[in-house]
């Protein structure tokens, strides 16, 4: 097989193209090979490796203890596993306190994990360091909302932007990355109307998860749709899919489908 008849991988372009068409994006976290290859399978457009590895892998109470290293660990083990799906690594907390720090980081999960794009966690205060990984030719995906690695800061996991400044505060934000450079946009427990907005401020995608139907696609994680978070810990935003289903591969094509189809998420997932 040549070079140019592999296995065609999802894109930046390809996932700008399918905003543009109005196909939602499904995407979905993964953190390892054999995982990764039955989302491939599935037709997951974007596998996210999350630093919620640090709950749902290493038994963590939050993100916060996550590295470097750990995330490059499961990157590597995933983009084992996925051929098809564009691969996007988690910069943990303290991986880019400054944009050069990042710029290292983020290069480690590209040339060492196999990545073809990193996320962060971050309003305005990241668009210096967006700018500078978009000059190097590093797809970003900049995460608001909800921001996991400030729980200490936050004291709790609430949905973001219900009042009015901060909803204006959060759509600046967003015109702020996508400006500067990122190449997605992910929005984590945010109301509905306030995601409508963001999507259609700026022109690139916007993922969901607890932020309505709206949004350009939608992630979860692998483990609230395998059923594996136990129902006194499930988010109202997340669905078990395996309840129903005759196996992973089935509850993951559901997924899919259910997102592509705009069947989930329902109105019962958002805020
Ligand atoms: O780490 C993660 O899995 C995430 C999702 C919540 C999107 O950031």
Request: proline fraction near 4%.
């Amino acid at each position: 097989m040549s070079r140019h008849q592999e296995v065609r991988r999802t894109t930046v372009t390809r996932l700008q193209k399918l905003k543009a068409e109005g196909e939602k994006i499904a995407c979905l976290t993964a953190y390892d090979a054999s995982f990764a290859r039955a989302l491939d399978a599935a037709g997951v457009d974007v596998i996210l490796v999350g630093d919620s590895l640090g709950m749902v892998v290493q038994g963590h109470d939050t993100t916060v203890p996550v590295t470097v290293e750990d995330v490059l660990y499961h990157t590597r083990c995933v983009a084992r596993g996925c051929e098809r799906a564009l691969l996007m690594a988690d910069m943990p907390f303290m991986s880019y306190p400054t944009p050069e720090r990042a710029l290292d980081n983020a290069a480690r999960f590209l040339q060492e994990g196999g990545a073809q794009m990193v996320k962060l966690e971050g309003g305005a205060a990241q668009e210096a360091t967006v700018r500078l990984l978009a000059l190097n030719g590093i797809p970003v995906c900049a995460h608001l909302g909800l921001k996991p690695q400030s729980i200490h800061k936050l004291g709790a996991y609430r949905v973001q932007g219900r009042e009015a400044a901060a909803a204006d505060a959060m759509v600046r934000d967003a015109l702020a990355l996508a400006e500067a450079g990122a190449d997605l946009l992910l929005l984590e427990c945010v109301p509905s109307a306030l995601a409508d907005r963001i999507r259609d401020a700026v022109t690139i995608p916007v993922i969901g998860i607890g932020a309505g139907a709206g949004c350009d696609g939608q992630i979860l994680v692998l483990h609230d749709v395998l059923g594996l978070t136990g129902a006194g810990d499930m988010p109202r935003f997340a669905k078990d899919f395996l309840a129903g289903n005759d196996g992973i591969e089935a509850a993951v094509r559901d997924y899919v489908e259910q997102v592509k189809a705009g069947r989930f998420p329902a109105a019962e997932h958002a805020f």
